[in-house]
Every structure is written in C-alpha cells, then in structure tokens.
C-alpha cells in the first residue's frame, strides 16, 4: 500500500511563498506521476501541478510562474515551492502518487494566505 504524507502547510502574508512536500511510504516498487492538487472550502479539488518520472512537469494556468514542481525519486518525494502566494490559493493541499496506474491521495495540508 503506497502512503504518501505532505508537509509544509501553514499561515502566510500574501505575496509571501511556502514549500509543501510529499513523501510516498509503503510497499512502493515504482513511482509514475506524482502531483499537487487543492481544495478551497466549497469547490472541488482542482489540479496544480504534475510530474512524471523522467521529470516533465505541467502545470495549471492559475498557477504557473508561480509555483514549482520537482522530485527526488531515490527520497520518492514531490516538492512543491508556492512563490508570491495570493488569498485565492487558501485551500487544502493534497498529494497524488501514481503506482502501477493506481492513484493515491495523501491525507492533506491546509495553506492559509491572509494578513
């Protein structure tokens, strides 16, 4: 069973940046795709940002230029760098980790932007 855990949530002014990280634990023979998604209160979860294994990465339109995405495949951890954050991108940060085809959802991490 693959469980990745995310870290790096938090308070901060808008303008200011955070780096959320997910590290998938488990019985893991081999990571495909990894990515962000997030969830504001009363919208559905929307994606962010993805990666694959040999590291191409795409990005949502709400986020790119904004935020960063990279792996550490030997750590089997996604990093996500949020620069010049705003009070829209207040949410829900979940992780997505794809093995063998199968996804599977992190339990969270809750990024506040707000003065």
């Known amino acids: 069973q693959v469980q990745p855990v995310e870290s790096g949530g938090g308070l901060v002014q808008p303008g200011g940046s955070l780096r959320l990280s997910c590290a998938a634990s488990g019985s893991i023979v081999s990571i495909n795709d990894m990515g962000w998604f997030r969830q504001a209160p009363g919208k559905a979860r929307e994606f962010l940002a993805g990666i694959t294994s040999s590291g191409t990465t795409n990005y949502a339109d709400s986020v790119k230029g904004r935020f960063t995405l990279s792996r550490d495949n030997a750590k089997k951890t996604v990093y996500l760098q949020m620069n010049n954050l705003r009070p829209e991108d207040t949410a829900v940060y979940y992780c997505?980790?794809?093995?063998?085809?199968?996804?599977?959802w992190g339990q969270g991490t809750q990024v506040t932007v707000s003065s």
């Open positions: 997505n980790v794809v093995s063998h085809g199968i996804g599977h």
